[in-house]
């Protein structure tokens, strides 16, 4: 059983341009969260997802942040516009039934 | 929010030697679990552990509910150890994993 997928592992974006991060869940899982960690912090919330559905975004910044997770298919999470402050470690979780979250090996994200 | 605070923030160790790592959360949770994130950024799952004592080899977990703490104890440490142990924990009925800001572990050979 393959576990958490995130791809890219590394994605180098100029100002202004857009990043879209991927997560393939476990098999079976419907329920997927996405974090960012800066260096040297923990893990931030950003927003927890069903299939086809945002159950909490909470954690997600108003304007340029986005994120889906279609019938088929994995989790995106987009950025539009990157500024150099969006430079981070963007994980994403999945579980089965929204109980012991899994994590991915995460997407770093360098602006330049 | 619920607030998470793990304490010590850094601990040194020689290998060998056993830690005790410590979770305080401010209010009542369902769901609690440890992770290590290796130097690589990976993060390992280490016990899902909302109530009670589980151990797997040379870590045991013990989470005690009602005093709104949970403890994870390393034992006979390895240079393999080294990395952040972060606690996070959930609470109501949709669990968000919220973290606290992790204990940062080196052992030395």
């Known amino acids: 059983n393959a576990g958490v997928m995130q791809n890219p592992r590394h994605l180098v974006r100029r100002r202004g341009q857009e990043a879209r991060l991927r997560c393939s869940p476990m098999?079976?899982?419907?329920?997927v969260y996405w974090y960012r960690q800066l260096p040297e912090e923990g893990l931030k919330f950003m927003v927890y997802l069903q299939k086809e559905n945002i159950i909490d975004e909470s954690g997600m910044p108003k304007e340029r942040f986005s994120a889906e997770f279609p019938k088929e298919g994995p989790s995106i999470l987009r950025i539009q516009q990157v500024v150099r402050g969006d430079s981070a470690a963007y994980f994403c979780?999945?579980?089965?039934?929204?109980?012991?979250?899994?994590f991915g090996q995460g997407t770093r994200l360098t602006v330049v | 929010g619920i607030q998470v605070e793990q304490s010590p923030p850094d601990l040194i160790l020689q290998e060998g030697a056993n830690s005790t790592l410590r979770c305080n959360f401010s209010d009542s949770v369902n769901n609690l679990q440890w992770f290590h994130q290796n130097p690589w950024g990976q993060l390992i799952n280490l016990f899902y552990i909302p109530s009670g004592t589980k151990q797997n080899g040379r870590l045991s977990a013990t989470t005690v509910a009602t005093e709104r703490y949970s403890l994870l104890y390393i034992s006979s440490s390895q240079t393999t150890d080294s990395g952040v142990y972060f606690c996070?924990?959930?609470?109501?009925?949709?669990?968000?994993?919220?973290f606290g800001r992790g204990t940062s572990l080196i052992v030395h050979p």
């Open positions: 098999k079976g899982h419907s329920h």
């Open positions: 979780a999945s579980s089965l039934s929204g109980a012991e979250a899994f």
């Open positions: 996070a924990v959930g609470t109501g009925g949709s669990y968000i994993p919220t």
